[in-house]
């Protein structure tokens, strides 16, 4: 038998090759999972590039129609859509974002992927996505442990077979001494060694083939995934479009039409697919009459792979009908070749219509302005009479209220207004004195230069303060006018809360101004409402009239609060005073028409009910009084932010 020492060297000689072995093995795993790295990012790269060069098709439309409102909502619904996206952006040629959607709980780890899009060679725009690599660094992952185990498993199959080697080579003396039967055993547990080692290895190997089957199938159920999810949104896009849009290949054939095109042109979809363009929509003129296909513009596109605008032209519906469109046809080119082409179209029927209409309406218009200017004074007449008529039902009582806020609002103002105006009277009368004194002074010839030169400081003085007391004025007028604009009117409009209310209070002002009360408003600076500002204007002054009018004794001095803030979608509106209150009875009957505690003052008992009018009726509200005796009274109004079908 062999010595200690001898089978020391042999077993050192066997982890020797295992280590080296197993350094090879370790090298080959890193370039596969490099060569695997690459080739995942590549695809995934690849399959950003698609997704934006389809982006790129989708906005190319809105883009020449400035439709940025669409761009933005496209944009935005793509990036939650899709959880790889961490930032998309439109950036406009100037380089400056238009639209951008950013995730903030994206990983750390993304890359980068731009497309342009052209028109005409033109750049329009450029769609820049960052996408996660979360993904592909998973899959690398899992790569570098399965490559790994391999390697390791690999190595140690091939230390085994050494070691038998060697084995058999350095006991070779020793087994000739061992009987013949030791022999044969010693040869059928080498053989059955072996067959396991092939076993091994075969197992091995079929693990592989069928790990690597698996993720080909994977890609493969990925790739479907992704194509079938973009077919989704295309045929959603087709849906959703309110144009006709159909598609033709290069000899003219109708590919596909969306669901508007079907109902404007009255077709079924199999009637259309397969056939020609010029047989059925589109091969009349106005008038009905045919024409060929070398003039048909739709042909040209696909003909001679140009854009076309057609503008106005006339399509035929099943029903033979002839109705006016426009419409543009694009073709679809790969590199150099045409693939066919798209052409929107959109049924103007409305809009020619609507334009002889508004003709006929220019013409009427003219008619009747000579015809009104002609009966002028009979209009005014029966203006009057009809005028007499409404002061004598509750209607007008109620207008009259209306009225007689912005009668006081007028006199506030007027009074704010003297002031500016006073100043600027007297500058410009001192300025007109001097004038005079030393134009004298020049025709006498007895000017001297410090005269001229006091003249002209005077006036820069003078100009200076009648440009400023001029602009306060102005401004105090404008504020003025967009609050009396709105008290009066009835419009709609998009309205900053605070800075109006800074305008109703500057008009409020003169009133106040000598009762020792205070007026304080707690709201958002950026809050904006879709609503009537006329109406909130009313609100507010009836609120501050009726504390001054009931809440307060003698030169009691109090606070008046009024706090505006969001809940959900609708706006929380809260008026409070710290006065005497009322008790329950006089809550309930708060909102009751002619309904007052004051009428030796002058009180309509109108004001709060004018108020409940607005709230309900006009701003789709509701409103709510809380008070106690002694404990001043608050009103809490809740209503939309938004008027339903407001713009």
């Known amino acids: ?91 406009g040629p100037e380089g400056r974002d238009l639209f951008a959607f950013s995730r903030p709980d994206a990983g750390a780890k993304a890359f980068l992927v731009e497309e342009k899009v052209h028109f005409q060679g033109k750049k329009l725009l450029t769609l820049q996505m960052v996408a996660s690599s979360g993904e592909v660094d998973a899959l690398l992952r899992k790569l570098h442990w399965q490559l790994g185990l391999a390697s390791f498993f690999l190595t140690a199959i091939a230390g085994i077979a050494l070691w038998f080697t060697l084995k058999r080579i350095a006991f070779a003396p020793l087994e000739k001494e061992i009987g013949l039967r030791l022999e044969t055993e ?27 089957l698996q993720k080909e199938v994977a890609v493969r159920h990925a ?23 159909y598609g033709l290949d290069t000899e003219g054939r109708i590919t596909f039409v969306n669901l508007a095109g079907l109902q404007i042109l009255g077709y079924d979809e199999a009637e259309l697919i397969g056939k020609h363009l010029h047989d059925f929509p589109h091969h009349v003129r106005w008038d009905g009459e045919p024409y060929g296909r070398g003039d048909c513009p739709v042909c040209a596109a696909y003909g001679e792979g140009r854009e076309n605008h057609g503008g106005e032209s006339y399509f035929a519906r099943k029903d033979g009908s002839v109705f006016p469109v426009d419409f543009v046809c694009t073709p679809l080119v790969e590199g150099e070749t045409v693939m066919g082409t798209v052409v929107v179209f959109e049924d103007i029927t409305v809009r020619k219509q609507a334009e002889r209409d508004l003709l006929a309406l220019t013409e009427t218009l003219e008619r009747r302005v000579m015809e009104r200017t002609a009966r002028l004074d009979a209009a005014n007449l029966e203006l009057r009479e009809t005028l007499g008529q409404l002061e004598q039902t509750q209607a007008q009582l109620v207008q009259s209220g209306k009225m007689a806020a ?34 004298a002074l020049y025709g006498e010839g007895r000017m001297k230069r410090s005269d001229l030169d006091r003249y002209l400081a005077l006036c820069q003085d003078a100009a200076s303060l009648i440009f400023s007391n001029l602009h306060r004025a102005a401004g105090l007028i404008r504020s003025f006018k967009q609050v009396a604009v709105d008290q009066s009117g009835e419009g709609r409009r998009t309205f900053r809360v605070k800075e109006y209310l800074a305008e109703v209070c500057l008009s409020l002002r003169p009133v106040l101004k000598n009762t020792g009360h205070r007026l304080e408003i707690s709201c958002p600076e950026d809050l904006e409402l879709n609503s009537y500002p006329g109406a909130l204007s009313q609100i507010v002054t009836n609120f501050i009239t009726n504390s001054l009018t009931h809440a307060y004794d003698g030169d009691q001095a109090g606070i008046l609060l009024v706090e505006i803030g969001l809940e959900g979608g609708n706006v929380r509106f809260c008026y409070r005073d710290d006065g005497k209150g009322m008790t329950e009875d006089l809550v309930r009957h708060a909102f009751d028409p002619f309904f007052t505690t004051n009428r030796e003052k002058g009180g309509s008992g109108l004001g709060l009910h004018i108020v409940y009018n607005l709230v309900t009726q006009k701003l789709l509200g509701s409103i709510t009084c809380e008070s106690k005796p002694g404990k001043g009274t608050s009103f809490v109004l809740l209503f939309p932010a938004a008027i339903p079908g407001g713009v």
């Open 186 to 212: 010693q040869q059928l547990a080498a053989a059955h060694h072996r067959l396991e080692e092939r076993v091994r290895e075969r197992t091995a190997d079929l693990e592989d083939a069928n790990l690597l």
């Open 1 to 91: 038998m062999q010595s200690g020492p001898q089978q020391g060297r042999y077993s050192k000689a066997v982890m020797a090759f295992m280590a080296v072995l197993f350094f090879f093995m370790v090298l080959v795993d890193v370039i596969i999972a490099r060569h695997q790295r690459n080739f995942l990012f590549s695809r995934a790269e690849e399959q950003v590039r698609r997704d934006l060069q389809l982006m790129a098709v989708n906005l190319l439309e809105p883009t020449l129609k400035y439709d940025y409102d669409w761009i933005h909502g496209f944009v935005r619904r793509w990036g939650e859509e899709h959880p790889e996206v961490v930032r998309l952006a439109a950036i």
């Open 223 to 245: 790739a479907e995934a992704q194509f079938a999810r973009l077919h989704r949104e295309y045929e959603l896009i087709l849906k959703s479009a309110g144009e006709g849009i």
């Open 406 to 439: 912005l009668g006081d609002l007028v006199a506030g103002v007027a009074h704010e207004i003297n002031t500016p105006v006073g100043v600027g009277v007297t500058a410009a009368s001192h300025l007109e004195n001097k004038t005079r004194e030393i134009v």
